[in-house]
């Protein structure tokens, strides 16, 4: 073997650890839990192998609790991303002009990152609680309310106190996505544009978010897929309720695998959702490589 | 004027992202009739450290902790090892299919975990590894190598290929140039990720509910977030331990925020 051929195989002889391990990991529990959603298969009796084709996925399609998750999960990502998205952008073009405390300004903003979902969650429950919590007397003291809510127990708002929570904690991550493709917009651009007499609201319009464009999808990707398998939000936060208005699909899956043990049926919601988070994906590394391509 | 204006909004800023942290810092300082009374009150009236101590003694707090940082110090030790080789082997060796490497580890960073757990739990109740360290442990390995992966072949990028030229002249073997020179060139990059790896250790959730399911051996994130289920557990507790929880986090975040952020643009941005 010459010395070319035997760098080669050392380059794949270092790969193939890290390979192994995320493919007994990930890869096949993965292809595993895709297979089973096409058999009866219970965790009770491991014998019981039996293929029976799309009919997990009928029995879920025609289950109106995972219908109703469906559609708080698609609620929960479309509505948060979109706020995220915006605030995000008005953080990162702030911070972008930050010149002292870069230190101080860059650890709060990646605070609420850092905040694990979980632990995150039960401080909002805290914070949302209805006789005690710090949000009702806030709001009470500007008049905004005139009796204490309980945010989270009520139908018609828990959905929207969770996307709140979810809000806070995310937007600070898109900004800092925001903020790497802000740095490398060229100076000069914006020097030009002056000297043209743009305002600044043009110069926002015109050049930044245009060469903007490829981080904010980028960022979106991200975080839509990530908030399409939120499951520790609502299992800290509501455990899903009232009545099941924050379930998300992750919760539901889990509640089918782990409570009422229907392996297959399990199988079958976690397929659902890994489809959409799939064609996110393949969006997400088509734009990867026509970033690196130009 | 308008310098006036901008510090406003940072110190307004500030406040809102650190804000719920210092509230439940200050609820865990309230005594428990404080707590529970209407309006709440701001700062703590009488400020005790009872809570601490009972968090400590009638709660497994300590152990949730403990056992969260054997979890975090061991997969994150075999995550950066596997990564920096692989990092390496990508980044430098352009092998055939070293690329598809790079996408197939972009590809497992996104799956979702509840697409793993069911068949993990059940693999790993059959091998007896359900309620073990270990088994979590493996697990984490294989869930955080990817993004790992991702941030330390970029990082290995940047490194100048004349410094492995000039020891391949000088006849040292690939291996040594690896441990070396090209590894203690990639501290730095390493050392982000190694920070990423153990936040998101922190924070991962659903697999160490179901792996770890005994009460003993649960994770802090786990162990608090199921805390208000327990009948009766007071708010003064709960948030006590969340605050425990989180300062680590904190610590962390103030001394390595540059590294984090430099880790964190390399394996979510640039390419």
């Known amino acids: ?294 | 004027m308008k310098k006036t204006l901008y510090y406003l909004m940072i110190i307004a800023l500030m406040i809102i992202f650190f804000f719920p942290v210092v509230w439940i810092f200050l609820t865990s300082l309230k005594t428990t009739g404080e707590i529970y009374a209407w309006p709440p009150t701001f700062i703590p009236e009488n400020p005790v450290i009872d809570n601490y101590r009972t968090v400590f003694l009638e709660s497994n707090l300590g152990l949730y902790i403990g056992n969260t940082l054997i979890i975090a110090v061991f997969s994150t030790f075999l995550v950066i090892l596997l990564a920096s080789l692989a990092g390496y082997g990508i980044a430098r060796i352009q092998f055939k299919g070293a690329s598809i490497f790079l996408v197939f580890f972009l590809a497992m960073s996104m799956f979702p975990q509840l697409s793993v757990a069911p068949s993990l739990f059940l693999w790993l109740r059959q091998i007896k590894l359900i309620n073990k360290f270990l088994g979590l442990i493996l697990v984490y390995t294989g869930l955080f190598t990817p993004i790992a992966v991702w941030i330390l072949s970029t990082y290995f990028k940047t490194i100048p290929m004349d410094v492995e030229e000039s020891a391949k002249i000088d006849g040292c073997s690939s291996l040594r140039i690896l441990f070396q020179i090209l590894i203690p060139l990639a501290l730095p990059g390493m050392a982000a990720a190694a920070l990423i790896v153990a936040i998101f250790v922190w924070n991962e959730f659903l697999l160490s509910l179901i792996i770890l399911s005994k009460d003993t051996l649960r994770t802090a994130t786990v162990g608090i977030a199921l805390y208000p289920g327990e009948y009766a557990f007071p708010w003064e507790l709960i948030t006590t331990a969340t605050f425990l929880a989180v300062l680590p986090l904190v610590f962390v975040l103030f001394f390595f925020q540059k590294n984090i952020i430099g880790g964190l643009t390399a394996g979510a941005v640039k390419s």
């Open chain 1, 1 to 294: 073997m010459n010395e070319i051929a035997r760098r080669k195989m050392f380059g794949l002889f270092l790969v193939l650890p890290a390979f192994l391990f995320v493919f007994l990991v990930l890869f096949l529990p993965a292809a595993n839990t895709i297979i089973k959603s096409f058999t009866e298969f219970s965790p009770m009796n491991l014998q019981q192998n039996d293929f029976v084709g799309l009919k997990n996925y009928q029995k879920i399609f025609g289950n109106e609790e995972f219908m109703d998750s469906f559609f708080n999960t698609l609620h929960f990502a479309g509505v948060s991303v979109f706020f995220e998205l915006i605030l995000g952008l008005v953080l990162a073009l702030i911070l972008n002009k930050a010149l002292a405390f870069r230190g101080v300004i860059r650890t709060a903003i990646l605070f609420p990152w850092v905040l694990p979902t979980a632990l995150n969650a039960i401080i909002w429950r805290w914070l949302f609680n209805t006789d005690f919590g710090f949000f009702n007397s806030f709001m009470k003291s500007f008049g905004l309310i005139s009796r204490n809510i309980n945010w989270l127990g009520e139908v018609s708002l828990a959905m929207n106190s969770m996307i709140w929570v979810a809000v806070w904690k995310t937007s600070s991550f898109i900004a800092l996505i925001l903020l790497t493709g802000l740095q490398s917009i060229n100076d000069e651009l914006y020097e030009a544009a002056s000297i043209d007499g743009a305002s600044g609201f043009q110069k926002i319009k015109s050049i930044t978010l245009p060469l903007l464009i490829p981080s904010i999808l980028l960022a979106l990707l991200f975080r839509s897929m990530d908030a399409l398998r939120s499951f520790e939000l609502p299992f800290a936060l509501t455990q899903g309720g009232p009545g099941g208005a924050t379930q998300t699909l992750s919760l539901f899956g889990y509640r089918q695998f782990f409570q009422f043990l229907k392996f297959d049926q399990g199988a079958a919601v976690s397929v659902v959702q890994f489809l959409f988070i799939l064609v996110l994906g393949l969006i997400y590394i088509r734009v990867l490589k026509g970033e690196r391509d130009t």
